[in-house]
T-cell receptor, first 117, second 117 residues
């Protein structure tokens, strides 16, 4: 158990809809990262928040947005969903900006599997 | 443009033998290299890392080798055990900005290792 909690574990929805994925980081971790894993693809970095503020942005679509709340949990909002958005969405956390010991070691949740029909 | 490449989608090894997983990268600015292990229905978990100033790091049965001139790293597992069967992700990090900037791991697509009893 990594200590990172993601909900829901599975989600099935239709094209054009909007969903929200939730992540609770490990206790004490200030930094939250969102990654997307599509079929046969590696983990694609979407966005990072640190103590409530956006710190880094990757290949995140304009239809997607995220935020980190004062209690440090984070939500990833996906709107106007398309078939290609079907993927596994991972949340990860770390104490600071640089993972453990500055190496980039992150602690991942089990992921939220989104299926768009 | 994939900066971290794992060209072998799968690898099959006999129990007790050596498993060698390979990874190539293109960005010479990467500071750290990491290997993550992922079991089905679980998130990736950190396995071992190596700094760009080193060429070898060992942790029990796991050794990572880094060849900077070739932009290549490999993970050796000796001896391989059936419980090592998982997907292994290679990742690399670089600090986005000086003075406390984020380290965001860039992941490869993964190699599925199967260790046969």
């Amino acid at each position: 158990d990594s200590g990172v909690t993601q909900t829901p574990k599975h989600l099935i929805t239709a094209t054009g809809q909007r969903v929200t994925l939730r992540c609770s980081p490990r206790s004490g971790d200030l930094s939250v990262y969102w990654y997307q894993q599509s079929l046969d693809q590696g983990l694609q970095f979407l966005i990072q928040y640190y103590n409530g503020e956006e710190r880094a942005k990757g290949n995140i679509l304009e239809r997607f947005s995220a935020q980190q709340f004062p209690d440090l949990h984070s939500e990833l909002n996906l709107s106007s969903l398309e078939l290609g958005d079907s993927a596994l969405y991972f949340c990860a956390s770390s104490v600071g900006l640089a993972g453990v010991s500055g190496t980039g070691e992150l602690f991942f949740g089990e992921g939220s599997r989104l299926t768009v029909l | 443009d994939q900066q971290v490449k794992q060209n072998s989608p799968s690898l099959s090894v006999q129990e007790g033998r050596i498993s060698i997983l390979n990874c190539d990268y293109t960005n010479s600015m990467f500071d750290y290299f990491l290997w993550y292990k992922k079991y089905p229905a679980e998130g990736p978990t950190f396995l071992i890392s190596i700094s760009s100033i080193k060429d070898k790091n060992e942790d029990g049965r796991f050794t990572v080798f880094l060849n900077k001139s070739a932009k290549h790293l490999s993970l050796h597992i000796v001896p391989s055990q059936p419980g090592d069967s998982a997907v292994y992700f290679c990742a690399a990090t670089v600090q986005l900005h000086a003075s406390g900037g984020s380290y965001i791991p860039t992941f490869g697509r993964g190699t599925s290792l199967i260790v046969h009893p």
